[in-house]
């Protein structure tokens, strides 16, 4: 069985398509954003040549994850809360200035604190997708979304994605 397969962040990628010169099985597809996950064999050549670092080799069974305390859960929820705040209160600045320096450094507060909040997320066991959390996230989609095909992804991914906390 495969261990590992290959996923782009098309945010990050600039379709220089060096990863399909070098994909040996043309799973690799920058037209749809997507590598075919039926044809990856996961030997990462593309992720090597990428000079985005947009790709990245992830595993089909993610390890169990390490129990977190609640408290140490609940200070993480804490600063999450926070670096939102921040991150909100940032965005008012930017958009309510002239003065193009303050602007500019508005954004850059804005931005890390969104990276923080993201990384301080996973850390509290969100955004893991092995996670029970995630699972919760996910249902929660599944009966509260009206878009039929956010539904139908978040169904698929609930399949695809066993919880092992
Ligand atoms: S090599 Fe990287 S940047 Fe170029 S097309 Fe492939 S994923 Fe995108
Ligand atoms: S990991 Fe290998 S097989 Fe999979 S898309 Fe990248 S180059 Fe192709």
């Keep these: 069985m495969k261990k ?10 600039t379709k220089d398509c060096l990863c399909l010169y070098v994909c040996p099985t043309g799973a690799s597809d920058t037209e749809n954003g997507q590598i075919d996950a039926t044809k990856c064999i996961g030997c990462g050549m593309c992720v090597q040549s990428c000079p985005s670092h947009a790709l990245s080799l992830v595993p089909y069974e993610y390890p169990a994850q390490q129990v977190k305390e609640p408290a140490m859960i609940d ?4 600063l999450i809360s926070s670096k939102s705040k921040q991150e909100s209160a940032m965005r008012y600045l930017k958009q309510h200035q002239q003065d193009p320096i303050i602007m500019q450094l508005a954004q850059a507060i804005e931005t890390s604190n969104r990276v923080m909040a993201e990384d301080l997320a996973r850390e509290a066991g ?6 029970q959390n995630t699972h919760t996230l996910l249902q929660m989609i599944i009966e509260t979304v009206d878009d039929e095909n956010i539904k139908k992804m978040a169904k698929e991914l609930v399949k695809l994605l066993p919880v092992n906390d």
């Design 75 to 78: 200070d993480l929820h804490r």
């Design 126 to 131: 969100y955004m893991l997708p092995q996670s």
């Design 4 to 13: 590992m397969r290959a996923i782009r962040n098309i945010r990050l990628c």
